[in-house]
C-alpha cells in the first residue's frame, strides 16, 4: 500500500473513524465513565494506545524499550482519567503520537525497509522493517478506535462532533 493510504488511514479516512475526532470533544468524566459490560473505559483505551505508540516510537528510534511481561502492563492501573488536566494531557499525547507516526510515514522507500531492533526474539519471526511497524500501528489503533466508537455510542455521545456514521 502507499505512503498516502498509511497516513490516511493513520487518521482515520475511509473506513476509518477519526481517531482524534472521537476523543476531542469527550469530557474527562465521559473518558473516565465505566460502561457496564466492558472492560476498558475510552481514557484507559486511550492510555493504552499511547502506551504502545510510545513503546513502538522509541524501538523505531534504536531503543530497545522491555517488553510488557503482561499485556495488564500496558493499561493504566486505575481509572483514568483522574481530572480533566490528565485528560487533555492524553489527548494532547495521542495527537501529538499520531504527528510522528504521519511524519515516518513520509520515509523514502529505503527508510521504510529498515529493519526495527527487538527486545523479544519472538519478534524476529514477523516482518520488522519500519513500514511494517507503522501497518502494525495503523491497525491496532484502528481496532482500539472501533472500541471507542462502540463505547461512544453505549454512552449516547455518537457520532463525536467531528463525525462518524450514524447507521
Known sequence: ????????????????????????????????????????????????????????????????????????????????????????????RFAGLLAEYAGLAKSSPQEMQRQVEAERSRDLQVAGSLEAVLWQTVVHNSYHVGQIALLRRALGVWPPRAGGDTW
Open 1 to 92: 500500500m502507499s505512503q498516502r493510504a498509511l497516513t490516511e488511514l493513520l487518521y482515520g479516512k475511509a473506513a476509518h473513524a477519526d481517531p482524534i475526532g472521537c476523543v476531542e470533544d469527550l469530557s474527562a468524566d465521559l473518558a473516565a465513565h465505566p460502561v457496564v459490560g466492558f472492560p476498558h473505559s475510552i481514557g484507559q483505551i486511550l492510555w493504552h494506545m499511547n502506551y504502545w505508540m510510545d513503546y513502538e516510537l522509541r524501538r523505531i528510534h534504536g531503543e530497545l524499550p522491555k517488553y510488557p511481561e503482561h499485556a495488564a502492563e500496558s493499561w493504566p492501573p486505575s481509572p483514568t482519567p483522574a481530572n480533566p488536566q490528565d485528560w487533555d494531557h492524553l489527548r494532547k
